[in-house]
């Protein structure tokens, strides 16, 4: 099945939506206005979109994300060298550390201001392992009872770092060497408050904006009664019916919407190199 974006641009969805190929575009050279506006209009709709095909060097890849937004703000990991906005997401065939991005989360969740979108370009793929799965979060509270719904909405959870990248958090316990530069920092103990349900900005759809990464506790609540409300939903998030599995091919670009998406990095290729290049665009406050 496909659907016609503008142009020659062509937008072919995954089942149920969630998820999309573009093909038929150059990203090596500026977009024109009307195709970077089919770009973002497929993005809005099917919330996770791949560019299969496009072996695109850093430049590019800066340069692209910049006709979606401007650049996001990335903490706790060291950018590249001179590419301030750019992090590299390599792991050595001999490393035992556990891979980048094993856990349910949405980026950068617990800013004030979190990434509305992350881009990351496959350049070195093993050929096992390393699938990348997201889960549609605005399906996944639409089937939601109304009661339900009634309970969740006024809520506000509770985000924060600590658990990745506080003192006493997963890196901070990591005795394996790693090739990407993690940053520990007590900063990273602080935390704030974002809607358990957000509005997308652009569609108006609900989303539960949660993960068990960054979500530590709701507002109001006990310790008790957090685990308990946040276990049932994380455990309703991820049932199959709403999980996109994306299985890499070098030169893809994907491109998902944090507000209303999370995402969880498989493992599965130790003994291979695999490399990524990654940016975010800015986002706004939740709400």
């Known amino acids: 099945m496909s659907e016609s974006a503008s142009g020659q641009i062509s937008v072919a969805p995954e089942a149920h939506g969630f998820g999309a190929r573009i093909t038929g575009l150059d990203l090596s050279a500026p977009l024109a206005p009307d195709e970077i506006a089919g770009v ?16 695109l060097d850093l430049d590019a890849l800066e340069a692209f994300t910049l006709q979606v937004g401007p650049f996001g703000q990335d903490p706790y990991i060291t950018p590249m060298p001179g590419r301030p906005n750019v992090l590299e997401l390599r792991r050595l065939p001999d490393e ?16 004030e201001t979190p990434p509305a979108a992350t881009l990351l370009r496959a350049q070195t793929i093993p050929p096992v392992g390393g699938d990348t799965l ?8 639409d089937a939601l009872s ?4 009634a309970v969740l909405a006024p809520l506000q959870a509770v985000h924060s ?18 090739t990407m530069k993690i940053i520990v920092s007590e900063e990273a103990d602080g935390s704030l408050t974002h809607p358990l349900v957000r509005t997308h900005p652009v569609t108006g759809r609900k989303a539960l904006y949660i993960s068990p990464v960054y979500t530590v506790g709701i507002e109001g609540f006990t310790p008790e009664e957090s685990k308990a409300l946040l276990g049932f939903l994380f ?8 999980v996109y599995r994306h299985r890499w091919t070098e ?13 969880f990095a498989e493992g599965g290729y130790d003994g291979y190199l695999r490399v990524m290049h990654r940016t975010t665009v800015q986002g706004e406050v939740p709400a």
């Open 40 to 55: 973002k209009a497929a993005w809005a709709r099917h919330s996770v979109v791949c560019f299969p095909g496009q072996p």
């Open 134 to 141: 997201f889960v549609d979060a605005s399906r996944a509270w």
């Open 251 to 263: 030169g893809d670009l994907l491109m998902w919407d944090n507000r209303c998406t999370m995402h």
């Open 235 to 242: 455990a309703h998030l991820t049932q199959e019916e709403f």
């Open 96 to 111: 035992k550390a556990s891979n980048f991005g094993a856990g349910w989360h949405s980026d950068w969740s617990f800013l």
């Open 161 to 178: 770092a600590r658990q990745s990248y506080g003192t006493k958090g997963v890196f901070a316990r990591d005795t394996e060497a790693r």
């Open 146 to 149: 109304d009661a339900m719904k």
